[in-house]
């Protein structure tokens, strides 16, 4: 495949990096530094820009496979971020009628896990206050890509862990793993690239956790 990543020197972008040039495929990697990617290989192309404007990232997208989005918010100061660039990852895609996009959200952004206990619901709802400002961007994020032409998944992850990926992670699709708390980057890159060829995760939040 060919495919765009956005957001690509973050924790889970640079994974999906990583993994899909280890795969076989095309990669487009859409930075602001290119000195901030770390991941190097005969199949990968290194666009910069700011996502200002998406005529600018047209070329970026155009003829794509797919789309595959890490952007966010990385401190509450930056709130706001996942919906002002993904604007600008959707204005590109539509333009050029690209349509898979895979996006990275949170899992207080959905909804409850099956089965939640107090302890779960209760670290739920004191992540949510403390990091308000942050989902409230993702909300909007998500309402942004659910309105759009692209046959979107949101991908949502809880608390994120650096370890070495492992594809031993469950998914679910609509909801959320009961008592999934953690989940590492890597494998939250892995799932990303598994779900780009699943036609059940079109226009569907799927929940992620170990």
Known sequence: MKITV???????????VRQALDAGHRVTAV??????????????????ADLSDPAAVRPAVAGRDAVLSGLGARRRADA???????????GAMEAEGVRRL?????APVGPEPRGAGLLDRGVRGVVSAVL???????????ADVARSATDWTV???????DRPVSGRYRTETGGFPSKGRFVGR??????MLAMTEDAGTVKQ???IAY
């Open 102 to 106: 895979l996006v990275v959200s949170a």
């Open 205 to 207: 939040g799927v929940g």
């Open 31 to 48: 930075v602001r530094d290119p000195a901030r990617l770390s991941v190097t290989g005969e199949r990968l192309e290194v666009f910069r």
């Open 155 to 161: 991908v949502r992850p809880p608390r994120l862990q």
């Open 80 to 90: 706001g971020v996942a919906t002002r660039l993904t604007r600008t990852v959707l």
């Open 132 to 142: 308000k400002d942050i989902y409230d961007d993702l909300r909007a994020m998500e």
């Open 6 to 16: 956005f957001g690509a020197t973050g924790g889970i972008g640079q994974e999906v």
């Open 186 to 191: 890597a494998d939250v890159a892995h799932a």
